[in-house]
């Protein structure tokens, strides 16, 4: 069957060139059987592609070994949900599954926007084709899925670490998000590229830019969780290149998302939303990049190939293309009004950008240091964690604070005594909050107090626009249902709000100790005493597990175990942390237990006590339910926009 | 299995091109093969049609705004 797997390659490789190459001679010579034939073209190439990813699914669930990528995946011990996760474990299944996502949002946004905006797709169709046709001819000529060879007794397995269900979830979540930005980015350059620089594009693809930042924050937040629960380093994030790689469009994306508005209801901004929607989609395929170079040293190393090549130069040729559009089309894109007050919602907006680019630039530079510093000096340079966490509280809390100060001051200007009106009962509560944090001893960490109450701040400033919001309108459900975008967008900075706090808990008030244990011997922290009981080693079906029993009393009596697996196939390690939730003291109790000896009964453990971590697992949820109000249809809307244009093709 | 896939194969390549060739297909000879651009009235009119619902979303915004306390009289 790898033959059908590459011929429906070959076809979509076809069918998305010829989207191109016709979509454009179409748009330019203005014809329109020309034009549909590409749009079919790129309608087609979907189903080709389901095709070839279908063969691949196919072949991993039958542990199918005569394709060398399942052969180099998987083995038939691997569980079919496993199995099917390998589709995205490789870097060849990886790209198919961002062709079929490509493809399929493609034809889907322009199946939606044909009628209402046949001007506008008539240039998006090529657009899409033409980045389509970079992966499909890297799928075909540089790293294809359906490669074969003799077909082996067993596979070579996926790595240990990816046998999680968060590994299930998490990368096709983020090529949903990496991918989904090549739509609004699409539908911006067929804006430039027809000359209709109006807001169309922008309603057209409002909710495809939210799917698509939904997307990839949740799986961020899905990938942090992995490798709090997996890797077993006692954190969640490193900001390793690869994390960074999808941080840095999601803030872009994010930048964009709020500067949009600007643009909805003032007609301003409109070369820098361009340039954010260009970015986004540039710092999407930028990451791929980093993840598939081996360029920088990263966790996802596993990843590396030759293929970082082809990437690095897609992503300079469509940058050029991007920049020499938006430099084309400059003088339409002028802006109409002016800000009128640096006190007013759309100043608070503008700040909000500058602050996202600025941390998204920060991070970029982080990302980019060790290769030009290979480049300039021949050695590799990187930057730790002290210069990103400089840069997320330098640029993060400001963001925090505004994400208060914005939703409580009106649009065009706020006269200064307006303003303190309005920010005086939050602000009691901020005063309030704070004092008794000190109280408490929070004052031992400036960031962690300062992020706490800010926190606060932005709580109550939600709750007195819910409230006010609510007696104006007479209820809360009508208040939502009016402008879901805007309490969709309230509900997302609670969520913005429980990550902050998470992250500030367990960072700036956790503490860890590390101590040699032999049976008997204890070793205590926050409150929990923690007795090694036995080291114990087992075999079991492709693997011999080593754990260290400790026994735990204080702030909780029980046992936990931690320790590591050696598997046969693969012949990896894997490290085994035990965690306990303590919902009561809002912590999580976290061990580590390295060279654990069954023999001499010695193990080196790490003990950490983080205090609210999980609320960062639980903004993932409240950030899902706010992305869902704010993506939820609105009828209203979409008859205000075929009632706008309607009469246009009436005509 | 060669031949179900080249039969597979083949079929898809087939539907691909007969889905591409469909509007040629369908209308071998066009009255008219122009995509039907908006005239400069029809430009214009959108145009104002956008700023008038700018304003209004604006004068909305600032009713409610009004309303909430955030501006005075």
């Known amino acids: ?651 | 299995m060669t031949w179900l896939a080249l039969v597979l194969g083949v079929g898809v390549a087939a539907g691909a091109v007969l889905l591409v060739a469909w509007p040629f297909l369908r209308e071998p000879v066009a009255a008219d093969d122009r995509l039907d651009a908006l005239s400069p009235e029809e430009e214009r009119r959108l145009q104002l049609v956008e700023e008038r619902d700018r304003v209004l979303a604006a004068l909305k915004e600032l009713e409610f705004d009004h309303r909430t306390g955030k501006i005075g009289d």
């Open chain 1, 1 to 651: 069957m790898a033959d059908l797997g590459r011929a429906a390659l070959v076809v979509s490789l076809g069918l998305v060139v010829y989207a191109f190459v016709a979509g454009f001679t179409a748009a330019l010579t203005n014809r329109r059987r020309l034009a549909v034939s590409a749009r079919n073209a790129l309608f087609s190439a979907f189903g080709s592609t389901a095709i070839a990813a279908t063969v691949l699914a196919v072949a991993l669930v039958r542990h199918d070994f005569s394709f060398a990528y399942v052969a180099a995946h998987t083995n038939r011990t691997l569980s079919t949900p496993y199995a099917l996760s390998a589709f995205w474990g490789g870097q060849e299944g990886s790209l198919l599954l961002w062709l079929l996502v490509l493809t399929g949002y493609g034809a889907l946004a322009v199946a939606l926007n044909r009628k209402l905006l046949r001007d506008l797709t008539v240039w998006v169709v090529p657009v899409l084709g033409g980045i389509a046709s970079f992966f499909a001819f890297v799928l075909v000529a540089v790293a294809s899925p359906f490669a074969t060879q003799t077909a082996t007794l067993d596979g070579a397995g996926l790595t240990p670490s990816l046998q999680n269900p968060y590994m299930v979830a998490h990368p096709p979540m983020l090529y949903l998000g990496y991918v989904g930005l090549a739509i609004p980015f699409a539908f911006a350059a067929g804006a430039m590229l027809s000359g209709r620089t109006d807001e169309r594009w922008i309603v057209a693809t409002r909710r495809w830019t939210l799917a698509a930042w939904m997307f990839l924050g949740f799986g961020q937040l899905l990938g942090a969780h992995w490798a709090y629960v997996e890797v077993g380093w006692g954190g969640y994030y490193a900001w390793d290149p690869v994390e960074n790689a999808a941080l840095m469009p999601w803030l872009a994306a994010t930048a964009f998302l709020h500067s949009v508005m600007i643009q909805e209801r003032k007609g301003m901004l409109k070369v820098w939303n361009m340039v954010l929607v260009a970015l986004a989609f540039e710092l999407s395929i930028f990451g791929t990049f980093l993840t598939r170079s081996g360029v920088v040293n990263s966790i996802h190393s596993f990843a590396k190939s030759p293929i970082g090549a082809w990437f690095l130069a897609f992503v300079v040729i469509s940058s050029l293309f991007s920049l020499g559009l938006i430099l084309w089309r400059l003088p339409l894109l002028k802006a109409r009004t002016r800000l009128e007050s640096a006190l007013s919602r759309e100043a608070a907006f503008l700040y909000n950008n500058l602050l996202l680019v600025a941390l998204c630039l920060t991070v970029l530079w982080g990302v980019l240091f060790p290769i030009v510093t290979q480049l300039v000096k021949g050695e590799t340079r990187t930057i730790g964690s002290p210069y990103y966490d400089f840069f997320l509280r330098a640029f993060g809390l400001p963001l925090l604070l505004l994400m208060g100060i914005g939703p409580l001051i009106a649009w065009r200007k706020t006269s200064a005594r307006t303003l303190v009106r309005t920010l005086a009962w939050p602000g009691v509560v901020t005063i309030v909050c704070g004092v008794a944090l000190v109280a408490l001893g929070a004052g031992s960490s400036r960031p962690g107090l300062i992020a706490y109450t800010f926190s606060a701040f932005v709580l109550a400033a939600i709750a007195l626009e819910l409230i006010r919001g609510t007696r104006a309108t007479g209820s809360l459900t009508t208040l939502i249902s009016r402008n879901r975008r805007r309490y969709g967008g309230y509900v997302v900075h609670a969520a913005i709000v429980l990550l902050a706090i998470g992250v500030a808990g367990s960072s700036a008030y956790g503490s860890s100790t590390e101590r040699r244990l032999t049976p008997g011997q204890s070793v205590s922290i926050g409150g929990y005493t923690l007795t090694l009981q036995d080291v114990r080693r087992r075999h079991v079906p492709n693997a011999t597990e080593t754990r260290a029993v400790l026994d735990v009393t204080g702030g909780w009596n029980g046992t936990i175990s931690s320790g590591d697996n050696q598997y046969v196939n693969p012949p990896e390690p894997s490290r085994e942390i035990g965690l306990k939730t303590n919902w009561l003291r809002g912590e999580d109790l976290y061990v580590i237990a390295d060279s654990a000896n069954p023999t001499t009964k010695v193990v080196f453990v790490k003990v950490l006590v983080k205090p609210l971590v999980n609320l960062i697992w639980i903004a993932g949820f409240v950030f899902l339910l706010g992305s869902a109000i704010a993506l939820w249809p609105d009828a209203r809307e979409q008859r205000r926009l075929v009632t706008r244009l309607a009469p246009a093709r009436a005509a």
